[in-house]
């Protein structure tokens, strides 16, 4: 098993910034990708940003050139940086970590935080 706990979520202004950060524990060896998923109220689930073990990112169109992913793998944590928040930013932001068994996908899940954008 492996355990996500997701932090630096609240409440900021049209503008401002917040970084997210995600420690996982356990049995992280063999992790393929690292992402984030957001979830407003009554919509589905939506990837964000998503990085590989070997480093390579890819955001979701609305985010791009405002929100980065990064990894620290040496404290097995990965990072996004939200900048220019919007309003449509707010939702609940999921930590992910996926394993592939070959043509098999083990997710793994955090709790979630919320990230509230409101003037």
């Known amino acids: 098993q492996v355990q996500l706990v997701e932090s630096g979520g609240g409440s900021v202004q049209p503008g401002g910034s917040l970084r997210l950060s995600c420690a996982a524990s356990g049995r992280i060896f063999g992790i393929n990708s690292r992402a984030w998923y957001r979830q407003a109220p009554g919509k589905q689930r939506e990837l964000v940003a998503s990085i590989t073990s070997g480093g390579n990112t890819n955001y979701a169109g609305s985010v791009q050139g405002r929100f980065t992913i990064s990894s620290d793998n040496a404290e097995n944590a990965v990072y996004l940086q939200m900048n220019s928040l919007k309003p449509e930013d707010t939702a609940v932001y999921y930590c992910?970590?996926?394993?592939?068994?070959?043509?098999?996908?083990?997710?793994?899940w955090g709790q979630g935080t919320q990230v509230t954008v409101s003037s």
């Open positions: 992910n970590a996926r394993r592939f068994y070959g043509l098999q996908v083990q997710d793994y």
